[in-house]
């Protein structure tokens, strides 16, 4: 069934057909639709979850990964400040290997007070453990939670699923609901192989001396390093049964581009309007989307930017002192590859500020004309 | 693609004209994305609401500068508010008036169309005679000048969709389909 939706109840919808057992949130805008529609889908009977009230965001991650530890599956959503809130949580979801999935609406920090969109509350999680996807539409927003789950239990780690607040938060497009019969086929029951259960005692996170951490930790890394190829079997196979597929990365005419652009999230479909325009101009210009950022796929990365001549990665996130988030993790990913092309980095529509196929040809232009690269370059600044 | 721009006023109904012309759009096996002007909204204050229509996916996803139509719910936004910038060569104008198309008094290389949409929602008691809520009614005029959707579906989406009096609902746009005014 085909119904125009928001990309907050994008993600309801995604929560519901993966059958989530317990929702634990707290509201805060542009999240608060989220929650509100999954609440009454609990209270209507429509879901048979239990929906837990809390009173502040790290009690609901809290509430989750306690549902989770008990084996069921659970779900939860947040913005911004509200992450922020949840950050030690998430530290706590990774290291007790706790399958939640996260639902970010993209929000900028505070202060000055922002409900606008901007990256940097879910790429401060970077080094928590907590696997990243970012979305570019309401389909693949509802598509990844089911995703996310069958990713997640597979290798016991928490996923935060990532989406652009308003350019997806509330706008409404079309979205393919699917047959639930054909997600549970996809995505079977949650039973993890340890559990809190009264009749299977187990204690979990107890005091760890230095002669196990170490191991513990190595864990977590082997744990999201197989999820990289997880990603991809979960991919294939989504697209095997419903007719879509993402990809770790995806490749947009990359494949005779001079200059290739690094996007994600909703920058993207605006990018692939644009790069159709300057195609017709006769301009070889590609895009590499990056979706899943944590695993990050360095592979992916290699393999379709070793090709180009000329990289322009868009930032709408900072990590002051140093540049963009995704621009360094590109540069990153290239420095030992046999391939490395040159890379300028943008910074683009920081706090909401729109970015447009004009933003996206001003980044071109400097790229072409430029011969040597940059790697802090704001766009559109007011001086 | 075709691009459309509402201007109304907190509680007229801008962002739901739209969302209801997108879901009569999806009926009609068309492309459909809408959203309102990002931000807080207040009754009174203006809002702006916007539609992308086309025949694929739509990928784009920033803000509309340069529409094919505008709709405008609230005639004093006229004055207040630049309701034609960017508006293309040849577009519509859509403005909920009692007055004939040549009697507004806007100028440019556009066309205009009026239908009293007001007058209509207050005839079918929808909103109240304060604040009447004339969404429906003026997608009637916008149907019936660009044929950008057809009326049957845009009829049946307001009948399941109308949060309250639907068929009265249907009745207002159906009415303001039939005696929209054009220059």
Redesign the interface.
């Known amino acids: 069934m085909?119904?125009?939706m928001m990309g907050n109840h994008a993600l309801s919808y995604g929560a519901k057909l993966s059958r989530v057992q317990v929702i634990a949130a707290y509201p805060i805008t542009p999240q608060t639709q989220v929650v509100e529609l999954l609440s009454e889908m609990c209270a209507n009977g429509e879901l048979d979850a239990k929906f837990v009230k809390v009173e502040s965001e790290h009690s609901a991650l809290a509430a989750s990964i306690g549902a989770s530890a008990a084996g069921t599956r659970a779900f939860t959503a947040t913005s911004s400040q509200g992450l922020a809130l949840m950050h030690e949580m998430i530290h706590w979801a990774v290291g007790a290997r706790t399958p939640v999935v996260l639902g970010n609406i993209n929000r900028a920090m505070a202060p000055p007070w922002s409900?606008?969109t901007e990256q940097n509350d879910s790429l401060s999680q970077r080094d928590t453990g907590i696997m990243q996807v970012y979305c570019?539409?309401n389909q693949e927003v509802q598509d990844t939670v089911i995703q996310s789950y069958k990713v997640a239990e597979k290798v016991l780690l928490p996923c935060m699923l990532v989406l652009?607040?308003?350019?997806?938060s509330?706008?409404?497009?079309?979205v393919d609901i699917p047959e639930q019969k054909l997600v549970d086929k996809y995505l079977p029951k949650f039973n993890p192989p340890y559990k809190l259960d009264p009749d299977d005692v187990h204690a979990f996170g107890g005091l760890t001396d230095a002669k196990w951490y170490y191991e513990l930790r190595y864990k977590i890394e082997s744990a999201i390093e197989r999820a990289r190829g997880e990603w991809r079997k979960a991919d294939d196979e989504f697209g095997e049964i419903f007719g879509r597929k993402y990809g770790l990365v995806e490749d947009y005419k990359c494949e005779d581009a001079d200059i290739m652009l690094v996007t994600s999230g909703?920058?993207?479909?605006?990018a692939?309007?644009t790069v159709d325009m300057l195609r017709d101009e006769g301009k070889k210009i590609g895009i590499l989307k990056i979706r899943v950022f944590r695993p990050f796929p360095t592979d992916e990365v290699r393999d379709i930017l070793g090709g180009a001549k000329k990289v322009a990665c868009i930032d709408r996130n900072i990590s002051f002192g140093q540049s963009g988030v995704f621009f360094e993790e590109i540069k990153s990913a290239l420095y030992n590859s046999s391939h490395r092309p040159q890379i300028w980095g943008y910074i683009a529509g920081l706090g909401?500020r729109?970015?447009?196929?004009d933003t996206i040809r001003e980044i071109v232009k400097r790229t072409e004309e430029s011969d040597k690269p940059q790697e802090l370059i704001w766009i559109g600044l007011k001086k | 693609m075709i691009e459309v721009r509402l201007h109304g006023r907190g509680g007229q109904g801008s962002v739901v004209a739209s969302?209801m012309l997108?879901?009569a759009l999806?009926k009609e096996g068309k492309?459909?994305?809408?959203?309102?002007e990002?931000?807080?909204e207040r009754r009174g204050q203006p809002v702006t609401a916007f539609l992308r229509i086309d025949t694929k996916?739509?990928?784009?996803?920033?803000?509309i500068?340069k529409p094919d139509h505008v709709v405008i719910l609230d005639p004093t936004l006229l004055g207040q508010v630049n309701v034609t910038d960017g508006l293309k060569k040849e577009g519509w104008i859509i403005v909920n008036s009692e007055r004939a198309p040549d009697e507004i008094d806007i100028k440019g290389d556009f066309k205009i169309a009026t239908v009293d949409a007001t007058g209509i929602a207050i005839k079918y008691g929808i909103g109240s005679k304060a604040a009447p809520i004339v969404n429906t009614a003026i997608i009637g005029a916008l149907v019936k000048t660009t044929g950008c959707v057809g009326i049957k579906s845009v009829l049946q989406t307001i009948r399941e969709e109308s949060p309250s009096k639907p068929e009265e609902n249907a009745m207002a746009a159906k009415e303001a389909y039939e005696k929209t005014r054009t220059t």
Do not use: C, M
């Open positions: 085909r119904k125009l409900i606008w570019e539409s652009d607040a308003f350019y997806l509330h706008t409404y497009e079309p909703t920058i993207t479909g605006t692939r309007v909401g729109d970015v447009t196929p | 969302k997108a879901s999806l492309w459909a994305q809408s959203f309102p990002f931000g807080v996916p739509i990928g784009a996803h920033y803000k500068y």
